[in-house]
């Protein structure tokens, strides 16, 4: 368990706790356990995960910043606190107009395409944070061999459901949005439902698992799709 950092006021009513600057699956996990311990306490309004922070926003009727973060010092959290998070199977078509980057991307990396796919699907990857918009997933870490930069020219709309590797992380699109991404498969599975009240099917701490499927299972897993819980 990584303790954090450092704690300093964010606001007149949120602290804010940083581990180390990195990406780190050891770190993310920590954070996580925070944010679940903080829930639990009565004066704790939100507590929002990031990649290495963790913001919490808190009732200042209640108490202050001084004796929250006493009470976070006196009750440092445990892999016990933590519910270990939802584990999402999701399919993804790769390649062709639904990935049109992966032979590219295969190509740079030194990668077959049928590789690049292995490696991909290989990884059971963590929900870093949710951000850039709404319902989108950072998931890594990413194989090493997988690493690999944004496109030069970021595409003006990128398909909802496009599957796209940037770093050593990927992710999916839930949207049609712009975006830099290297798109190497496209995802059936809707991912955001803004008439729920949990418009995310993805939370921070889950886990997500890709598994390839062919062009033709993409209508009828589209119409599948299960919906998730509010």
Same mark, same amino acid.
């Given at each position: 368990?990584?303790?954090?950092?450092?704690?300093?006021?964010?606001?007149?009513?949120?602290?804010?706790?940083?581990?180390?600057?990195?990406?780190?699956?050891?770190?993310?996990?920590?954070?996580?356990?925070?944010?679940?311990?903080?829930?639990?306490?009565?004066?704790?309004?939100?507590?929002?995960?990031?990649?290495?922070?963790?913001?919490?926003?808190?009732?200042?009727?209640?108490?202050?910043?001084?004796?929250?973060?006493?009470?976070?010092?006196?009750?440092?959290?445990?892999?016990?606190?933590?519910?270990?998070?939802?584990?999402?199977?999701?399919?993804? $078509?790769?390649? /062709?107009?639904? !990935?049109?980057?992966?032979?590219? %991307? @295969?190509?740079?990396?030194?990668? +077959?395409?049928?590789?690049?796919?292995?490696?991909?699907?290989?990884?059971?990857?963590?929900?870093?944070?949710?951000?850039?918009?709404?319902?989108?997933?950072?998931?890594?870490?990413?194989?090493?061999?997988?690493?690999?930069?944004?496109?030069?020219?970021?595409?003006?709309? $990128?398909?909802? /459901?496009?599957? !796209?590797?940037?770093?050593?992380? %990927? @992710?999916?699109?839930?949207?049609? +949005?712009?975006?830099?991404?290297?798109?190497?498969?496209?995802?059936?599975?809707?991912?955001?439902?803004?008439?729920?009240?949990?418009?995310?099917?993805?939370?921070?701490?889950?886990?997500?698992?890709?598994?390839?499927?062919?062009?033709?299972?993409?209508?009828?897993?589209?119409?599948?799709?299960?919906?998730?819980?509010?």
């Amino acid at each position: 368990m990584r303790l954090p950092r450092n704690i300093q006021n964010y606001g007149s009513d949120a602290l804010l706790l940083e581990w180390e600057q990195e990406i780190d699956p050891d770190i993310n996990i920590s954070v996580h356990h925070y944010a679940e311990a903080l829930r639990g306490h009565p004066a704790v309004v939100e507590s929002v995960a990031a990649y290495n922070s963790l913001l919490v926003r808190y009732d200042p009727n209640q108490l202050n910043a001084y004796q929250l973060r006493e009470w976070i010092y006196d009750h440092p959290a445990t892999e016990s606190n933590n519910k270990p998070g939802k584990l999402h199977r999701l399919p993804v $078509v790769y390649g /062709g107009d639904y !990935g049109p980057d992966l032979a590219t %991307t @295969a190509k740079s990396l030194k990668l +077959s395409q049928k590789k690049l796919i292995e490696l991909h699907t290989a990884t059971t990857y963590l929900v870093y944070q949710m951000g850039f918009q709404p319902g989108f997933a950072f998931l890594g870490l990413t194989d090493k061999k997988l690493s690999v930069d944004r496109r030069e020219t970021p595409r003006t709309m $990128v398909p909802a /459901g496009s599957v !796209g590797l940037a770093g050593r992380q %990927t @992710a999916v699109y839930p949207n049609s +949005s712009p975006g830099g991404w290297q798109i190497i498969g496209r995802c059936p599975t809707r991912l955001w439902d803004a008439s729920k009240f949990r418009a995310n099917r993805l939370q921070a701490g889950d886990r997500v698992k890709f598994y390839a499927v062919q062009p033709e299972e993409w209508t009828a897993l589209e119409k599948k799709t299960a919906s998730w819980k509010a």
